[in-house]
Structure formats: structure tokens, C-alpha cells
């Protein structure tokens, strides 16, 4: 027993030692990245100083060439020489002509053209040349009568030296004086070159800590080149950029290290167990993947929004807050998903027990509709809303008009309005509280209701007295899942709203980013907005479902006795019928009427107004079918790689009780209850190379934004299925001789499969049709299919687009059809 | 394999100890029983040995070889032993012929093989007949039965039972009680069998481990446990009984809560004791030591069950079931005493017996 024991703390101590050196490691490279960033904050880089640095850097990479250079050049035919030398000076003369001028591009090209791809170098080599060959040298008189001036005095020296350069009328500085005397052309320059040189390379402190500063942060080579590169376009932000970011990719490294040893460390004192276990470094690479794309985003803009010039200030927000279109979009926000809401879980409750606990006719049919309804993109239901209640031209209104005989005059309904847009929003969020409550409802134990008819209750009396309360956590979690889905669309408030001039958050911060760089930044005010109501929401949901656990109910399968509506069995049959015509049956006939028309304000059967052209030119085009195969392409990436997430964070929940298994749960979560638009604010501002990732207009920023969105809906499927799978079930297969991998494929897979699937599915159909977050991250070469049908609404042709709205809805009830089939009738969504 | 040695083994799950220096030797062919309260720790110690749990100290032997210990770790589906769980966890998306094939499907016996043993072993536990049909067309004991079938169908020499019979209606459970017994005979295997319901430890068992709060309190054959419990516990779990606190002398041990009278007793102890009496151990007589009043009786057929105030006491008191129509309620009765158990009295009793963890 010693023994084991001592080679155990032996071991121990090892792996403790390993945290402990991660951990250093990782404040290491946090100290040095904010050192970095404090002396390049010190340094006061401008372009000039940039170049000087980027020259000293050059000279070193020169002097370690010197060896060979050095004598080459000095074996030169004197000819030669003054040839190079001249060469040289024209060429750097030349490159700060065009460098003053800031016609970058020009001195790149001149680079370039020295010795293509090696032009920098080249050139680094040609100064360094011209230093050495060029003419006589500066006596040490001369020397010390240049570095005697310091400071000031010295860089107004260094300037004149640059002016006698460029123009030999010039007049050349004093202490320079001597040097130029009887000298003209070439060999005039290339003395005062050097005495510029000899000026600027002087250890004068400002400028060594510039070079020092560049050196610490541009480490490598490829680095310096592009520093270098950079500098002679006169893109000093952009070096700015590449310094900082270096430093600030030193820092979240570090901080990524230190954090995971931090929680290494956690987590192995907490189980007591020193030794590394495969099942941590899962945990913790999902918990990295989603602190990099999903908690660094939320908390940069929260600095950026509260620190904008790097001290507290609320001079933004208050800026931002006090615009009266800002202030009308929050009031609107809040009053929209507040009414949505309200109307959807008012909708939701009565649809729910009708359908769930009663003996309704054609109750599955009817779950079937409303919850198609879920995979229905918000945007198709705005624009047949907006073919029908468009105050002149919509179908409802003309119809309103003709049996009131009204005038001709616009109304007497507007979608264009915050009412228009609260039907709108309610009629395709309420399936949301629908299924939330139905689910409830179908778990919930009969008896109990049994129990208050027995005692002398009536049904209706049943549902108030019992129903009601025993599901009133699920109500408040559907309801608040509303709130936040009302608040957080944009698709339906930029296609009804926007004409209408009725701003949300939403469609401010669009707007916004689409300003360029000061339009990001008020972005992001806005976004803290959305964030901090969606923590609100999350937390209060959170309190509700903790407190609140009762419904829980017997796990066993029951098979809940039906309430008889006797005599009122029909009439709320037809009252059901007639909302599944309204909300669900009309919009999408009226999206396919539409698709047929050529002339949207006339009746499809009005003479020579039917055609298939639409259709035809719609799905014939490149871009439609690129963007189509671009949004299978992302949402099944997404989709494929969000299953495997799931897979693992369902295994390590259900199968183990490793420590920290609910970690990635949680930042999940969080994550699917982050508005689209801010989690897609938040990439684009860090992943553009500023934290040293930079995917911002490629594909994979749009992967990761809706595997952040959607992921824990396919977890939240495999968790409950796992859960619902017995260990014992594993066990036994285990005792009959079945290895772990084994037993997954055999027993645990195909129970759970059917769970998988639907995941799959559950992440990839909103991925598929996704607007918000893809209006904020496309590029040219990554439009999906959602955005282009948007694009073709706003800017080509209303019946196109209800064309592709169809086939999009036709792709996904195709899809559910598969996965109906795919697990033999048990999913479906 | 033929014997299972577990030396010391200590079971925690944190600061949670739930099984303490587990010491035992199971030898060949025997039926061993873990018996005791739910969370005494027999369940952790089963999966010990199945290799689903590993302990934290002490090691596990099949035969000589170490199967856990120090730092090896044989994982169950290398130890070759055959497992029954309370749940069944017959594997709903398989048949019974499968389900029960599956263990030899993994080690890779030809078909023909897999065929002959499955049948063979669907007779043996009566489902022939059920070989096609989908666990949820079965009902509790036949699921029961096939998860007995699927542990059997290896041959292996260890049979490890987790309350297999608990989840079955109470003919049904006499019933298999008994086949598992026959089962086991006639293919001379070892079993571990795990149960709360002393009956079945008693109609079953070679030996029996009684545990309580992750301590072994006795090991032995059922009557061993039964007629000389090694302590209160033991006289408590199994059967039925009552304790009064006295004092032993020679000859006798006087008990106050039986309004001071005494009970004849020939045994060593003296001093303050817990006396504890069966109730069946018990008998109405003309001349016993004990007088007092018949208070209530239940007629439950086979026996009487009565309950006899004597002094402060109402004492249980169980005889056949003809006495029923012999005694009057309310009537005076004299009480002898068949047997009687004697334990010194610590003051720990009530501790003792509370049964938690």
C-alpha cells in the first residue's frame, strides 16, 4: 500500500508541477503580451519612427549578411560601385518620395519590382549597400558633430537631412554642413543618407525602444516582412494592428493556458485524483472552442461598449441612448416581444390542453401544423403578411374595402405598424410556447387531474385549479423563450418594420454595422442592449425551473385519460380549424399564389396574370443555386460538427461524473440564449485578425455563429435520450464481454440514433434558412440562401422571391419528411 | 475460476465510505448472498466484482489472479463473469434470440454454435417459445429470465445477481427463487446474489454476508445468522424480534419492562443485556415463566399473531394458527420462552439498529 502510495504522490506531484508550469506559462504571456501593449502605447509610433524601426530592423537582418556582403561589394569595379550606390539612393529616394506622398501603393511596387517577392529584402540589403559603399565615409568628426544632437533637435536634423535628400536646392543642415560641401548629385545624398543614418541609428533612447518594442512584438520573420510591407504602403494602423495584435494574442493565450490549468487544477483537487484524464481534455476543448467564439466576442464588446477610449465612460451608451431613433427602436423592442409574449402564450395554453388532453377532433393533425409552423423561417411569414395586409394593395385589405365599401383610400388594416408587427412576430412565435407547454402537458401525471374530478371538480374547473398551476413553470419558460425570440428576430422587423419606419434594437444594429468602422462601435452600444436583456431573461427562466420542479412527474410512460369536451367538441374543433386557416393556412397559400403571379397587385386568375416563369428564371440562376448549395454546405458542417459536441457533452453528462462534465453545458446554453445579432457583432469584431484569428468573411465565421445558436438544441435531444437509456443497458453489455466502443455501436448507438438524427436535424434547418446572423456575416462567395431570398424581397421581384420562399419550405418539409422516416415515425419535428 | 478472494477492500466515493475492509473468500460452487439494507453498500460491492467500480483500497482475486487492485484494473468485459441487474436491461431493440446471442456474437462463436447454446439455454430458463418476440411484448418475469439467459448463455463460472427478483410480483418471485437455485446446481457455478429480502437469502444461500452501514456484521449459513446472531443487528434484520433491556444473573436475566418478571437463562453473560426474543419462540402454557393479558390477536391463516401486554410491554407474540380459536381477547395467559437471545448491553441499541447510512 506505501509503496502504490508513493509512486502515486510521486506521479501526483509530476502532473502538479505540469498545471503549475501551464499556469505559469500562461501569466507569462499575459505580463509580456501587456507589456507589449503598454510600450507600444509608450512608444508614440508615427509613420516616420515606423519606418525608422522597420530600417534598424533591416540593418541587423543586413549585418548578419555583412560577412558575405561586405567583401563582395568591396571587390566590385569602382564603376559597379557607384553604379549600385546610385541605384541605391534613387531607389530610396524614390520609395520616401512616394512614401511622403502617401502613394503607398507605388513604393510596394517599386519593392516589388527590385526583386519580386524578395523586394524588401532586397532593398533592406540595397540601404545597407549604400551605407557601406557609398562615397567616403563620415569622419568621426563628422559622427560625433551628428550625434551630438539629441532629442528634438535631432529628429528636426533628421528631417532636414530627408528634405536635402529629395531636393537638392534643400538647404542642408548645419551640422551637415561640411559633409555636403563640393559634393553634388548621388554622392551628395548617399552622405546625407549616412548622416541620417548615423542619426537615427545613435542609441537615442525613443528610437531604440521603438525598434525594441517592434522586435518584441514582431518576433518572427514573416512578421517583420509584413510589418515592413505595411509600412511602406504608410498603413501604420495597420501596423498598429499587427503589433497590438500580437499582443493581445499573447494575452488570450495566456490567459486560455492559464485559465485551463487553473481548471485542471480545480478539477483534480476536487476529485482528488492527480492524473490526466482523457475526459477533462474534452471538456476542455469544447469549453475553449466556445470561451474563443462565444464568450470573448460577448465580453469585448462589453469593454468596448463601456471603455471606448480604454477608461470607463458612458458617454457612448448615453450618446447612443439618447438618439431618439435608438430610444423609439428600444421602446419598440420591448413593447413588441413583451405583446408577443403575452398574445403567444395566450395562444399557446388553450391550443396546448385542446390538443394534448382532450378529445378534439384531428388532434395530431393539428400538433403536426403548429409545430411546422417551428421550422418556418419568420421572414417567409412576413412577406405573405405583407402581400396581405399591405395597406393599399394587400388582399385583405382590398377585400376589407370591397364588403365595407369602403373608399379606395389605403387601410383599413397597416402591416406597416408596431401592431402589424406584433401579429406578425405572434403568429410565428407562439409554437415555441406551444411545444414548451404540449411537452408538459404530455408528462404530466393523469391522475392528478383524475384527482380533482373525483373531488368534485368540473374539467374547466379542473384546468384552473390543477392544470393550470401544475404547468405554469413551463408556461413562464415558453413564455419567456418568446420574449427572447421576439426581441432578438430580425428578419420579420426588417421586412415589415423598416418600411414602416418602425426600428427594433435589431434592425438599428444592422444599420449601424453597415456605417463602417464608427458604425461598429455604436453597433456594439447597441448589442449591450439585447445582451444584458437576454442574461435578464436567461437568469429569470433559470430561477423558475430551479424553483419550481414539481411537474416533473413518473418517469413511466403514461397514457393520459382524454377530457370529453362533449357538446363543445365541435364548435372548438372549428374555432381551432378556423386559427390553423388564419395564422398558418393563408400566408403560405398566399406565398405560393404570389410565386405564380406577374403582376402582384392583380388576382392570380385574372386574365394572363398566371405564370411559371418565376419559378423557371429564379432557380435557373448561378447565384441562387450557389447560394442553395452554400447553405446546405454550412448548415450540414454546423450541423455534423455541433452532433459530435452534443454527442460528447450528452456522454460526459449522462456517463460519467467527472467533475466540470456541466461546464460546457452551461456556456451552451448561454450561448442559444444570445441574440443572433449579437453573437454575430461579436465575431466580427474580434475574429478579423485583432485576437489572431482572422475568419471574418469566410465560411467558417458563419459555421461557428450558428453552432453557437443552434448547438443546444441537438444536445438538449441526445441528453434527454441518453437519460433516458438505463446504465444497466450498457452494463450488461459490457459483463457479456463488449468493450466500451463495442457497446456504443451495438447497444447505445442505435437506441439513441433516432435522438441523433433529430439533433442533426435540429441544428441544420435553422442554420439552413438562417437571416439575422448571415445579414451581418456573409461575403460575396458565402451568401446563403435565406439572405439571398431577403436580397431578392428588398431589391429584384416580390414573386421571385415567394418562388424561393416556397422552395425552401418545400426543402425543409422535405428534410423532416427524411428524418420521419430516418427514425421510423419516433421525430419529427 | 473457481473461487472469488477479496482481501480488505474499502469502497468511498469522496469523503463517502461506503464499504469497509471487505474481507472474503467465495469458494466453488457456493452461493453466496449479500444481504443488508439499501445503501449498506452490498450493490457497490457486486459491481466491484463485476469491475464497474473500482475499490479504493484492497484487492480482488479470481482464483490467483489480481482482477482489481494497486494499479491493475481488469475491465468487466475481460472478466468473464455473467451479470443480472435489477432493471433486467434486456436491450429494447433487439429480440430475445439476440439479446441472449449477443454475448457469444462478441466473442465470435460460429452461428451454428450460437444457435445450439442460445436454445439451450432459452430451455433452461422456459422461453423457448419467445426466442422472436421484442422485450416490450414480454412481461416483467420473462424479461427477467431472458436477462438470466443472456448471463448464462457464456458459461461463466461467476453469476453475479443484483436484486433480480424485486421488480417481480410475489408467486412469481417464489417461483424463481427456486429455479435460480436449481440453475445454479445443476451447472455447479459460483453466484453473488444481492438482496434486501431475507427470505430470499435464507431459501437460497450457502452462505450469507450480512451487511449494514458498509460493515460486515456476520458471515455464515443461514441458520448460523439465524439462531446465533453474532449481534443485535443481525437478530433485528433477520426474522422478527424483540428486545428488552434486563439484567442476567445466575440462572435467569429479570426484566423490568415485563413488570420485573424473569426469564430462565442458562448462558454466560451477566449484568445489564439486551434480551432479545423471537416472537415465534414464544408459547401460550399453563406454566411459564411470563403472565400477562392477551390484548389483540390477527387470525392470518398458517399462524396467530398476538399481542400480549405484560407489565409495560406489549410483547408480539406468534404461534399456529389453531390457538386462534382456543384464546379469548382480553383473557389472562401465561407465556413460555423457547429460545432466547442474550447480548451484553453497550448502550448502543437503538444506534445499532437504525437503519441508515
Not at chain 1, 534613387?90 to 516589388?112: F, H, I, N, T, Y
Not at chain 1, 374595402?401 to 403568429?427: F, K, Q
Not at chain 1, 401525471?445 to 374547473?461: F, H, M, N, Q, T
Not at chain 2, 411459564?288 to 406489549?314: A, F, K, M
Request: proline share 4%.
Amino acid at each position: 500500500m506505501r509503496k502504490i502510495d508513493r509512486s502515486q504522490s510521486r506521479a501526483a506531484l509530476a502532473v502538479k508541477a505540469l498545471l503549475l508550469a501551464l499556469f505559469l506559462l500562461g501569466a507569462g504571456l499575459i505580463l509580456n503580451g501587456r507589456r507589449g501593449m503598454r510600450e507600444y502605447a509608450a512608444s508614440g509610433f508615427s509613420a516616420e519612427s515606423a519606418y525608422r524601426a522597420v530600417y534598424q530592423l533591416g540593418r541587423e537582418t543586413a549585418r548578419a549578411w555583412d560577412k558575405t556582403l561586405a567583401p563582395a561589394l568591396k571587390t566590385l569595379p569602382d564603376a559597379d560601385r557607384d553604379r549600385l550606390a546610385e541605384t541605391t539612393a534613387a531607389l530610396l529616394r524614390e520609395s520616401w518620395e512616394s512614401l511622403q506622398k502617401g502613394g503607398g501603393a507605388e513604393a510596394d511596387a517599386l519593392l516589388q519590382t527590385a526583386d519580386g517577392a524578395a523586394g524588401e529584402e532586397l532593398s533592406q540589403k540595397l540601404l545597407y549597400a549604400s551605407y557601406l559603399t557609398a562615397g567616403p565615409k563620415l569622419s568621426t568628426a563628422n559622427r560625433k558633430q551628428i550625434t551630438a544632437q539629441t532629442g528634438e533637435a535631432a529628429a528636426e536634423l533628421r528631417t532636414a537631412l530627408l528634405a536635402a535628400v529629395l531636393d537638392e536646392k534643400a538647404e542642408v543642415p548645419e551640422a551637415a554642413q561640411k559633409l555636403t560641401e563640393k559634393r553634388t548629385g548621388t554622392e551628395r545624398a548617399a552622405m546625407l543618407m549616412q548622416a541620417y543614418y548615423v542619426s537615427a541609428g545613435a542609441s537615442e533612447p525613443d528610437v531604440m525602444e521603438q525598434v525594441n518594442t517592434l522586435k518584441k512584438s514582431v518576433r518572427d520573420k514573416a512578421a517583420q516582412l509584413t510589418a515592413f510591407r505595411m509600412i511602406a504602403r504608410g498603413e501604420v494602423s495597420a501596423v498598429e494592428q499587427l503589433v497590438v495584435g500580437h499582443s493581445r494574442t499573447a494575452i488570450l493565450l495566456g490567459a486560455i493556458l492559464a485559465f485551463n490549468a487553473l481548471l485542471l487544477a480545480f478539477f483534480m483537487a476536487g476529485e482528488g485524483v492527480w492524473r490526466l484524464n482523457l475526459k477533462w481534455v474534452l471538456i476542455l476543448l469544447i469549453v475553449d472552442f466556445l470561451l474563443l467564439f462565444q464568450l470573448l466576442p460577448l465580453v469585448y464588446m462589453l469593454i468596448r461598449a463601456l471603455f471606448p477610449e480604454g477608461r470607463f465612460s458612458l458617454e457612448t451608451i448615453r450618446r447612443l441612448y439618447t438618439y431618439s431613433l435608438n430610444l423609439d427602436a428600444v421602446k419598440n423592442t420591448l413593447i413588441a416581444a413583451t405583446m408577443t409574449m403575452a398574445f403567444g402564450t395566450l395562444l399557446a395554453f388553450p391550443l396546448a390542453w385542446l390538443v394534448g388532453r382532450t378529445d378534439l377532433y384531428g388532434k395530431k393533425f393539428f400538433r403536426g401544423l403548429f409545430v411546422l409552423t417551428y421550422m418556418v423561417p419568420p421572414y417567409v411569414g412576413a412577406m405573405a403578411w405583407l402581400r396581405l395586409l399591405n395597406p393599399n394593395v394587400g388582399t385583405v385589405n382590398r377585400w376589407l374595402r370591397a364588403l365595407l365599401r369602403l373608399s379606395d383610400a389605403p387601410g383599413p388594416l397597416n402591416v406597416y405598424t408596431l401592431p402589424g408587427m406584433v401579429w406578425v412576430l405572434t403568429s410565428f412565435y407562439y409554437p415555441y410556447a406551444f411545444i414548451t407547454v404540449s411537452r408538459a402537458m404530455e408528462k404530466m401525471d393523469p391522475s392528478l387531474e383524475e384527482a380533482s374530478r373525483v373531488s368534485g371538480a368540473s374539467p374547466l374547473k379542473t384546468v384552473f385549479t390543477v392544470t393550470l398551476p401544475m404547468m405554469l413553470p413551463s408556461l413562464i419558460s415558453g413564455a419567456l423563450l418568446v420574449f427572447v425570440s421576439a426581441m432578438s428576430c430580425y428578419g420579420i422587423p426588417s421586412i415589415i418594420g423598416s418600411p414602416g419606419r418602425v426600428h427594433t434594437v435589431t434592425t438599428r444594429i444592422v444599420e449601424y454595422v453597415s456605417l463602417g468602422q464608427q458604425g461598429l462601435h455604436d453597433a456594439t452600444g447597441m448589442a449591450v442592449f439585447l445582451m444584458l436583456l437576454a442574461v435578464v431573461i436567461l437568469f429569470l427562466s433559470d430561477v423558475v425551473l430551479a424553483r419550481r420542479q414539481y411537474i416533473t412527474v413518473s418517469g413511466k410512460s403514461v397514457r393520459p385519460a382524454l377530457v370529453e369536451l362533449g357538446r363543445w367538441r365541435l364548435p372548438l374543433t372549428a374555432l381551432v380549424s378556423l386559427f390553423a386557416v388564419v395564422v398558418i393556412l393563408i400566408p403560405f397559400a398566399t406565398i405560393l399564389l404570389t410565386s405564380f403571379k406577374i403582376d402582384v397587385g392583380k388576382s392570380v386568375l385574372s386574365a394572363g396574370n398566371f405564370t411559371l416563369s418565376n419559378w423557371k428564371t429564379v432557380f435557373a440562376r448561378t447565384e441562387t443555386v450557389n447560394s442553395l448549395k452554400n447553405s446546405l454546405l454550412f448548415a450540414s458542417v454546423a450541423a455534423t460538427v455541433g452532433i459530435l459536441i452534443a454527442c460528447t457533452v450528452s456522454y460526459l453528462l449522462q456517463r460519467t461524473r467527472i467533475r466540470g462534465r456541466k461546464l460546457p453545458d452551461f456556456l451552451i446554453t448561454l450561448g442559444s440564449g444570445t441574440p443572433s445579432v449579437v453573437i454575430a457583432l461579436g465575431l466580427i469584431m474580434t475574429m478579423k485578425g485583432n485576437f489572431g484569428i482572422n475568419i471574418y468573411n469566410t465560411a467558417y465565421i458563419m459555421i461557428i455563429a450558428y453552432l453557437i445558436k443552434y448547438l443546444m438544441m441537438g444536445m438538449r435531444t441526445v441528453v434527454s435520450a441518453m437519460s433516458q437509456i438505463h446504465v444497466s443497458l450498457e452494463e450488461s453489455s459490457q459483463i457479456s464481454g463488449a468493450g466500451w466502443g463495442r457497446t456504443m455501436r451495438r447497444i447505445t448507438g442505435p437506441l439513441i440514433f433516432p435522438s441523433i438524427a433529430a439533433g442533426w436535424f435540429l441544428i441544420f434547418i435553422p442554420s439552413f434558412y438562417e437571416l439575422s446572423m448571415t445579414t451581418l456575416l456573409y461575403s460575396s462567395t458565402t451568401k446563403t440562401i435565406g439572405f439571398q431570398l431577403y436580397e431578392y424581397w428588398t431589391f429584384t421581384s416580390q414573386p421571385m422571391s415567394c418562388a424561393m420562399a416556397f422552395g425552401i419550405l418545400l426543402i425543409v418539409m422535405l428534410l423532416n419528411l427524411i428524418l420521419n422516416r430516418l427514425t421510423k415515425g419516433e421525430f419529427s419535428i | 475460476m473457481a473461487t472469488v478472494t477479496i482481501q480488505k477492500v474499502t469502497k468511498a466515493f469522496g469523503d463517502n465510505v461506503v464499504l469497509r475492509e471487505f474481507d472474503a473468500v467465495f469458494g466453488e460452487g457456493e452461493f453466496i448472498t449479500l444481504l443488508g439494507p439499501s445503501g449498506c453498500g452490498k450493490t457497490t460491492m457486486l459491481r466491484m466484482i463485476a469491475g464497474f467500480e473500482r475499490p479504493t483500497e484492497g484487492e480482488i482475486y479470481f482464483d490467483d489472479m489480481l482482477v482489481s487492485g494497486g494499479r491493475t484494473f481488469v475491465p468487466p468485459e475481460k472478466r468473464g463473469v455473467g451479470m443480472v441487474f435489477q432493471s433486467y436491461a434486456v436491450w429494447p431493440h433487439m429480440d430475445v434470440f439476440e439479446n441472449v446471442a449477443y454475448p457469444l456474437t462478441i466473442r465470435h462463436t460460429p452461428k451454428s454454435e450460437i444457435k445450439a447454446r442460445v436454445e439451450k439455454v432459452l430451455a433452461i430458463v422456459h422461453l423457448s417459445r419467445y426466442a422472436e418476440r421484442l422485450p416490450s411484448q414480454l412481461s416483467g418475469g420473462q424479461q427477467q429470465r431472458v436477462a438470466l439467459a443472456r448471463a448464462l448463455v457464456a458459461e461463466p463460472k461467476l453469476l453475479l445477481l443484483d436484486e433480480p427478483l424485486s421488480n417481480l410480483d410475489a408467486k412469481l418471485r417464489e417461483s424463481m427463487r427456486f429455479e435460480i437455485k436449481e440453475i445454479q446446481q445443476k451447472l455447479g457455478i459460483n453466484v453473488v446474489y444481492v438482496t434486501h429480502d431475507q427470505t430470499e437469502a435464507m431459501a437460497m444461500s450457502d452462505r450469507i454476508f450480512l451487511i449494514n452501514r458498509g460493515v460486515v456484521q456476520q458471515c455464515g449459513t443461514p441458520e448460523e445468522i439465524y439462531n446465533t446472531p453474532a449481534n443485535q443487528f443481525v437478530a433485528d434484520f433477520l426474522g422478527k424480534v424483540d428486545f428488552f433491556k434486563g439484567e442476567a444473573r445466575d440462572g435467569e436475566v429479570v426484566i423490568p419492562a415485563l413488570g420485573g418478571q424473569s426469564i430462565p437463562y442458562a448462558g454466560a453473560q451477566r449484568g445489564k443485556v439486551d434480551a432479545a426474543i423471537r416472537p415465534e419462540n414464544f408459547y401460550f402454557t399453563a406454566d411459564g415463566p411470563l403472565h400477562g393479558t392477551l390484548e389483540r390477536q390477527y387470525y392470518l391463516g398458517d399462524v396467530d399473531d398476538c399481542r400480549v401486554r405484560i407489565g409495560e410491554s406489549l410483547v408480539r407474540v406468534i404461534t399456529n394458527g389453531f390457538a386462534f380459536r382456543t384464546l379469548k381477547t382480553g383473557a389472562a395467559v401465561t407465556l413460555g420462552v423457547r429460545d432466547m437471545m442474550v447480548f451484553p448491553d453497550d448502550g448502543l441499541l437503538e444506534q445499532m439498529l437504525e437503519i441508515s447510512t
